[in-house]
């Protein structure tokens, strides 16, 4: 049988049959509707004046649209005691050490147990995937008491501290190393005389870029939707999250307000995500990555 | 590589016991430590501290406020034997993961592997849609608002204006509409870091693979999946595999916020909100850790039975 190599976007794609190419493209429409039309339907409720909000049959488009519920919820957010500004910095503090710090420590361990061995290294492996089967809900318990402790409970460390060692990200790193980087190019670059962390930064990170872009998506995700917390009780250490959701729960009045909420919540995350996005193809699309 | 350095070595590991030639490696690895040594301080006073107390504790009795008081076996007895509603959250629990771990762990990988030979700029759009609805906390509170019990919910108004139905249905509220409409939910919110895992994952492979295997008779996309892709990718399967299960058998927090707590009846009470229910709410916490044991060595066996499905991959 003939094999037919073709190209389509600049790469090489093979054995394709359009019955295949059709179906899936199906499959896809109909999932992705599926995501979106929900998404879709926040949009269009937190464009939606209060009159559209409350009519019989309800529609899925809004009429008129109009950013009523987005003033609504400034002028909202501006009768609370501590500014929102204060909300605002709080997130994006905890966010972005939270995530740097865990981008940092779980890459470098990750590459440790993936590349290096050393006595030790099956089991600590074994005991961070474990771990994460492990519900935390029980574990806040001892959490207080050592954060109480260390004196952290009450400032932004109690958040940040514990969110520098989440196991996911090390477990996806570590995957990652394993597949993508070869130990053949490590041990040349040893050969010339790199030292462990300078092979580290400069040949295995490169390699997987796409694996913490993935890390810093998914950290960020976790610590920007970080909502109430116990270890936190001062008012003005609170979340963005937080404090948002406490205007929302208002009532009915506030439907929209609600909508424009998530709106709001829901953008920062995914403008992070289409700049992680349009760089990891950036980086893809340079190719020259294996070798 | 360790038959490399052997070689090297001028000592070989036959001339020491174990625990000098441990030794050895150790000190021959301190770079290896310096680079986990902070991740797994952090680990272990974070993460296996607090497991190891919490297995201790499902042992006694503990309300917080007094000493724990070892109890034995008695928990576990009490679990299995004497509660009823812990036998209905476990059955709802393992529908719940059998139907949402594999369908959103199947799916993640589909559609990943889909959309990664679409164009670079469609695929970034396509892949933002998938994904969207997993970013945000709370952005799963729409389908309460599309399914709302009254008649300006969109999906009520909808059907009572085409004459489907004469009155509102008390969809979260129902006990026939409440385990399908959670499941939707939860699959609508499951394309998360497992997918974007696969994405990235499709991404990192060796693109000659596939010439290489298009010249060796691979004939279609299907045999290149199972031969080439599924292979390369195990460590993402395995990765993904894990999350799967820990979001499927720890779902219940969209329940809770979809239907309430406790649902109507339990009839979607899982164990996490057992588990939920006495620890944060009774103070039983000695019960509590019994009961997030018993949920750890499910999902240890479930982990298992996938670790060997995934060897099987490919050949």
């Known amino acids: 049988m003939a094999k037919k190599l073709r190209t389509r976007n600049h790469k090489v794609v093979l054995n394709r049959s359009a019955g295949g190419d059709a179906g899936i493209s199906f499959f896809l429409i109909l999932m992705g509707a599926f995501m979106f039309l929900p998404m879709l339907y926040v949009i269009m409720q937190s464009l939606k004046p209060l ?12 009429m008129n649209p109009t950013l009523e519920n987005f003033s609504d919820l400034f002028s909202l957010m501006n009768t609370s005691w501590v500014p929102f500004s204060r909300h605002i910095f709080n997130t994006v503090l905890i966010t972005a050490a939270g995530t740097l710090g865990n981008l940092v420590l779980a890459s470098m361990a990750a590459y440790a147990l993936a590349k290096l061995n050393f006595p030790g290294r099956k089991w600590m492996f074994e005991m961070i995937v474990m771990s994460l089967m492990f519900h935390s809900t029980v574990n806040q318990v001892t959490h207080f008491i050592l954060l109480t402790a260390f004196r952290m409970v009450d400032t932004y460390l109690a958040i940040i501290v514990p969110a520098l060692a989440t196991t996911m990200g090390l477990y996806l790193m570590k995957q990652f190393m394993e597949s993508s980087v070869s ?35 998914e950290s960020f995700k976790g610590l920007w939707n970080t909502g109430a917390s116990i270890y936190i009780q001062s008012e003005q250490l609170k979340s963005f999250n937080y404090a948002i959701q406490q205007i929302v729960n208002g009532g009915v009045a506030r439907a929209g307000a609600g909508a424009a909420a998530t709106v709001i919540t829901m953008v920062v995350p995914i403008a992070v995500f289409v700049v992680s996005q349009s760089n990891i193809i950036e980086t893809m699309g340079s190719s020259g990555m294996k070798d | 590589m360790s038959q490399n350095e052997a070689v090297k070595r001028p000592v070989s590991r036959k001339d020491m016991t174990k625990w000098q030639w441990t030794w050895k490696e150790m000190k021959r690895n301190k770079t290896a430590y310096l680079m986990v040594g902070p991740f797994m301080i952090l680990f272990f006073v974070f993460t296996v501290l607090p497991v190891a107390f919490s297995i201790f504790l499902s042992f006694t009795e503990f309300n917080l406020l007094e000493w724990p008081k070892m109890v034995g076996v008695d928990n576990y007895v009490r679990l299995f034997l004497d509660d009823e509603i812990f036998i209905l959250a476990c059955k709802n629990t393992l529908i719940f993961a059998a139907i949402t771990g594999p369908v959103s762990y199947i799916l993640s990988f ?3 592997w889909f959309i990664n030979e679409l164009p670079p700029k469609i695929r970034a759009v ?27 919910g969109w999906v009520n108004g909808t059907l009572m204006n085409l004459g489907i139905i004469d009155t509102p249905i008390l969809w979260f509220q129902d006990e ?13 919110t499951s394309l998360g870091t497992a997918f974007l895992s696969f994405i990235a994952g499709l991404q990192t492979i060796d693109k000659s693979l596939f010439e290489a295997a298009a010249v060796d008779g691979i004939r279609n996309r299907w045999q290149e999946l199972w031969y080439i892709t599924l292979p390369t990718m195990r460590p993402q399967l395995m990765f993904g595999a894990v999350l799967a ?44 850790s019994t009961i997030a044991v018993v949920l750890f060595v499910i999902m240890l066996g479930s982990n298992m039975i996938i670790k ?8």
Not at chain 1, 51 to 62: A, G, I
Not at chain 1, 193 to 201: D, I, K, N
Not at chain 2, 183 to 188: E, F, I, K, P, S
Not at chain 2, 251 to 257: L, P
């Open chain 1, 51 to 62: 009159d559209e909000l409350w009519m019989f049959p309800p529609r899925f488009y809004v």
């Open chain 2, 308 to 315: 060997k499905a995934l060897s099987k991959v490919g050949q």
């Open chain 1, 183 to 217: 130990d053949a190019v490590l041990e040349s670059a040893r050969l010339d005389g790199a030292s462990e962390f300078r092979t580290f930064l400069t040949i295995a990170m490169p390699m997987v870029k796409p694996a913490w872009l993935t890390l810093i998506i």
């Open chain 2, 176 to 188: 026939a509409y409440i385990m399908p409409l959670c499941c939707v939910v939860a699959l609508w």
């Open chain 2, 126 to 152: 396509v892949t933002l849609i998938f994904y969207a609805p997993s970013i945000s906390g709370s952005v799963y509170m729409v389908w309460s608002i599309m399914f709302s019990g009254d008649s300006y």
């Open chain 2, 245 to 288: 299960i820990t979001q499927s058998f720890g779902f219940g927090g969209v329940v809770t916020a979809l239907c309430g707590f406790p649902s109507l009846n339990y009839c979607a009470h899982t164990i996490m909100h057992h588990l939920d229910d006495y620890g944060g709410q009774r103070f039983e916490v000695g019960y509590s």
């Open chain 2, 110 to 112: 589909l559609i990943a």
